[in-house]
């Protein structure tokens, strides 16, 4: 079993930038093991794939309207994934949640199993 803990939300203007954490725990985590995947949901919408680092060679998957903006990346020693946001839009507005899974990458929120409890991301003028 593993624990996902996300931080890092807040408020910010147009074109401002933002990183999220997501710190893993669990006695099975291993970053050769689990992937990792950011998704996020606005209201009244689907949840929405962002982003996702591949276990074991850290392969990184971006959605198309984040790509050249976020970045997705680790930090083995503390086992923790960040998603660095730039350029950020009113449209990225949203609860950002972090997954995980054993296995490769997924871009659909089904194939992940464990979850966190999500950190608000506003963009707002």
């Known amino acids: 079993q593993v624990q996902l803990q996300e931080s890092g939300g807040g408020l910010v203007q147009p074109g401002d930038s933002l990183r999220l954490s997501c710190a893993l725990s669990g006695a099975s985590f291993t970053f050769k093991t689990w992937s990792v995947a950011w998704f996020r949901q606005a209201p009244g919408k689907e949840r929405q794939y962002v982003s996702s680092?591949?276990?074991?060679?850290?392969?990184?998957i971006y959605a198309n309207s984040v790509k050249g903006r976020f970045t997705i990346y680790r930090d083995t020693a503390e086992n923790t994934v960040y998603l660095q946001m730039n350029r950020l839009k009113p449209e990225d507005t949203a609860v950002y949640y972090c997954?995980?899974?054993?296995?490769?990458?997924?871009?659909?929120?089904?194939?992940?199993?464990?979850w966190g409890q999500g950190t608000q991301v506003t963009v707002s003028s």
């Open positions: 997954a995980a899974r054993v296995g490769g990458t997924r871009d659909t929120s089904e194939g992940y199993d464990y």
């Open positions: 680092l591949a276990r074991d060679d850290g392969n990184k």
